[in-house]
């Protein structure tokens, strides 16, 4: 089933925290897993994609972290800043049907100073 | 380096009127486009991709149609809207080959139909 489930919904911080945000998913097909950010009134913006070669990818504060056999992925923000305060979606495709990316339904997180 | 235009940036329209929503990509080269919509507070849901002119494959049905009349274009329509068309509307954009899974989005038209 092309479906991928994003939890929390919402999650709030201080500032400093490791921000962990979690996705799963049930097709194996999938093996392209990207996360979006969304400030309002914005559109999304890629921040992240790793593929299933590996378990972790870092850029800065953001990681991902994989894990192939439960099919779950998640992001780590480190040192929460305010400025990072959007909502935060997870994506998924299958590489042999490029066209279908499959969201999740997102989480709002906010950083509080 | 590569620019999406997106028009109108919002509109605001009666149930039963028809609606064109255009995309425009500069600086790349026959790149797949995809419409997708999302309404307020939800997630983005793929509507239709198109990976050449002319060539457009729908993935949900919501009352809505799109062409690509151009390599650089993209318009989504509508004959006649409903309420449930609201939300915004995103165009997106992915090179083609080894890179083909990286999707950009547009800035967005917001939709209001009353």
């Known amino acids: 089933q092309q479906q991928v489930r994003q939890s929390p919904q919402s999650l709030t911080v201080w500032e400093g925290e490791t921000a962990i945000l979690n996705c799963s998913y049930e097709d194996s097909t999938f093996d392209y897993f990207p996360w979006y950010h969304q400030f309002p009134g914005e559109s999304p913006a890629l921040l992240i994609a790793i593929r299933p070669v590996s378990n972790k990818k870092e850029d800065g504060r953001f990681t991902i972290f994989f894990n192939k056999r439960e099919k779950k992925f998640s992001l780590h923000i480190a040192d929460s800043q305010p400025g990072d305060s959007a909502t935060y979606f997870c994506?998924?495709?299958?590489?042999?049907?490029?066209?279908?990316?499959?969201f999740g339904q997102g989480t709002s997180l906010s950083v509080v100073p | 380096a590569q620019t999406i235009h997106q028009w109108p940036v919002a509109e605001i329209k009666a149930v039963g009127s028809p609606l064109s929503l255009g995309c425009t990509i500069k600086g790349k080269s026959s790149p797949n486009l995809y419409w997708y919509w999302q309404a307020t507070g939800g997630t983005l849901q793929q509507l239709f991709y198109s990976i050449t002119v002319g060539q457009v494959e729908s993935v949900v049905q919501l009352n809505l149609s799109a062409s690509r009349p151009k390599d650089d274009q993209f318009i989504l329509s509508t004959e006649k809207l409903l309420l449930s068309h609201s939300g915004f509307y995103l165009c997106?954009?992915?090179?083609?080959?080894?890179?083909?899974?990286?999707?950009?989005f547009g800035p967005g038209t917001r939709l209001l139909v009353l």
């Open positions: 994506a998924a495709l299958a590489s042999s049907s490029f066209s279908k990316l499959v």
């Open positions: 997106a954009w992915s090179a083609t080959g080894i890179n083909q899974d990286t999707q950009y």
